[in-house]
């Protein structure tokens, strides 16, 4: 059958069984949207391409689906760069289809043209310059195997504008139903090696003070639920790093929490004493281990990973082993089930665990009258008035930290936020990518004023396209996280992180764009705010909390430091001499 080359992308995505994608038509893409009006795809209309790339990344995170996005070429390109470097950092699933000038035209400088597969190969898995329109739906199809399968993350197809334009000879092709991967190169191995797994156990079985280090790739290889049973079969305790909160459940008595910079002081110490770190879909970052020559000097190391590039890319582990993170863990506990969790002796590690536990809980000075909201306040208040499986999307910064911190993680995929990047902006694009993947849910974004004034045009995307987030505004005045630091290293010297008291109002931007907005100075109004916020079901929601510019994220291991000098709150301080 012949077809043009604008139709075979679309045929193609839907083969794929894209349902939805993110985008915002230009010149070099243009053949291709007019199929979309035919298409059972629903394109959602962004109001700048990053917002695209964010909102493919919130979709991404909270189904577990690819997210696709399609912009045109030059500036469109350059702007979706950051959501392809974040999604390549945090290994997440998305499909970016770029408009490029005709294949004549490249390289001649021409209108909106840039070296799209130049800029973007080092921050994606894989990227494509398709050249003629039978290549189309082979590359597509091999986009979607690559961004989906192995570590998951990112792939770029940059798409000449020749060919796909059905007035140029060049756009026509001969569809075909049955087509298939050529990718030689390209070899995924979910297995496991049955003799890392049976060392591995071995090192679980005599390990006096094990910990369970758990990264974002549990949540990749849908392996919560295996999770579960490991430790539950050890009573190994868990620690879940930001880019796996959820993948262990807050409520179980052997979740430690979040570890880190800003993780709570038992997560972060009970690593650092560990003798054996069961690391899985974790990588050893730098704002995980501190000063890496100081980290958990006495652990032993398991650590599993899908991508074997990262086996030994930080730290040595004394039993590496390369495959998919449910496929090893449930080899585990076929061992361990058969051969039982070892007899050695744990009392006194769970003993140290639950006095830190109860000398360090995760505190904060409450308002007195006259001050600001605490964000901790507004946190703990946001969760207990939502259900369960709230989605909750963060920006970066602080807020990010508090949400984290503070917040009960439960279930899997709720938990949506920058990671690796650090991208400020990202919240509002992913709630409502996560919003559009799962309808039925409540989605929660908790922003900063930092991060709301980059991004929070898109709330005229939600509010157009009937996508009713909801959202949290910790309203400092202040580049929150920026300031902290100046505040404890640079002797409290405000260098350009003061935003303004009053500008802009966000309550009347917010509804100016369609949202129903509020704006809350006391704790008293807090609960009545949110509330009235999850009742409200028809357009999007802006609460501007008004939050205390002084406060400051604990625990904290500064930048440099060892993690056995972890900063805890004035009021632990005694404590910890």
Known sequence: MKTDGGQALIRSLEREGVEVMFGLPGGAILPVYDPIIDSKIR???????????????????????????????????????????????????????????????????????????GITASITKHNFLVTEAQDIP??????????????????????????VDPTNPRSSLEWEDNVEIDLPGYKVDTSVDPEAIQKAVELIQNAERPILYIGGGILKSRAAESLLELAELTGIHVVTTLMARGAFPD??????????????????????????????????????????????????????????????????????????CRTAIEAMVSVLRDFGSGNTDRTAWKSRISGWQERFPLVYEPSTPGQ?????????????????????????????????QYWTFNHPYTWINSGGLGTMGFSIPAAIGAKVGC??????????????????????????????????????????????????FYEERHSEVFLSKEIPDYKGWAESMGCFAMRVDDPDEVEEAIAQANEIEDRPVVIDFRTAAEEKVYPMVASGTGNSDVIVPPSQEKEIR
């Open 43 to 117: 394109h959602i209309l962004v109001r700048h391409e990053q917002g695209a790339g964010h909102m493919a990344e919130g979709y991404a995170q909270a189904t577990g689906k690819p997210g696709v996005a399609m912009v045109t070429s030059g500036p469109a390109a350059t702007n979706i760069v950051t959501p392809l470097c974040d999604a390549y950092l945090d290994s997440i699933p998305m499909v970016v289809i770029t408009g490029q000038v005709p294949t004549a035209a490249i390289g001649t400088d021409a209108f909106q043209e840039c070296d799209t597969t």
């Open 372 to 404: 600001a909201l605490k964000p901790q306040f507004v946190i703990e208040k946001l969760r207990d008035a939502t259900p369960a499986d709230t989605i909750v999307a963060s920006g970066v910064g602080q807020h990010q930290m508090w949400a984290s």
């Open 439 to 488: 309808p039925e849910k409540m989605v929660w974004a908790v922003d900063g004023d930092g991060c709301f004034q980059m991004t929070a045009q898109e709330l005229v995307t939600a509010r157009v396209e009937n996508i009713p987030i909801k959202v949290a505004l910790l309203n400092n005045s202040y580049l929150g996280m920026v300031r902290q630091w100046q505040d404890m």
């Open 251 to 324: 409520s179980h008595e052997l979740c430690l929490g979040m570890p880190g910079m800003h993780g709570n002081f038992t997560a972060v110490t009970a690593m650092q004493e560990s003798d054996l770190l069961i690391t899985l879909g974790a990588r050893f970052d730098d704002r995980v281990t501190g000063k890496l020559d100081e980290f958990a000097v006495s652990a032993k190391i398991i650590h599993v990973d899908i991508d074997p590039a990262e086996l030994g890319k930080v730290r040595r582990p004394d039993v590496p082993v390369q495959g998919d």
């Open 138 to 163: 082979q590359v597509i199809k091999e986009a979607f195997h690559i961004a989906t399968t192995g570590r998951p993350g990112p792939v770029l197809v940059d798409i000449p504008k020749d060919i």
